[in-house]
């Protein structure tokens, strides 16, 4: 009995590190990591406007071809677990839409595109939220 519950508290710490493997490479994909966002931030802030714009609009669309990738893989993974689909979505979530959200939320109101603001703004947090929790599909 012993030895099948060190087995199962081995198998749950392994599916934990896999689990935050998976979302730190999304995340990364994402370039929203922290030390991404801090660069990001430290760059932005000692640019030029012309230089601001053109870094912003990297940044957005470098979120926005990354969202388009993964949300591409959607349907073709699958997490039969209820339990574990919610529990990769929320993860998900914990990773990468604290700093997107805080990202957007300071720069999408900056004036850095005069006639394509809606493409690259085409993932609101909330979206991003909804499509990452549901990633794996609906419990």
Known sequence: MRQMLRLAEAVD??????????CDAVAAACSVTAGEMAAFASEYNTADRATKAKLLKAKFSLFNSAMDAFLAQQGEWRVSSAALR???GAALVAKVCPRYTQFFTTY?????SKKHTEEYLRFPPADVDRALRYFFGKS
């Open 108 to 112: 999408s109101a900056v004036g850095f």
């Open 13 to 22: 710490a392994k599916l934990a590190d896999e689990q935050a493997l998976f």
């Open 86 to 88: 919610e529990q990769l």
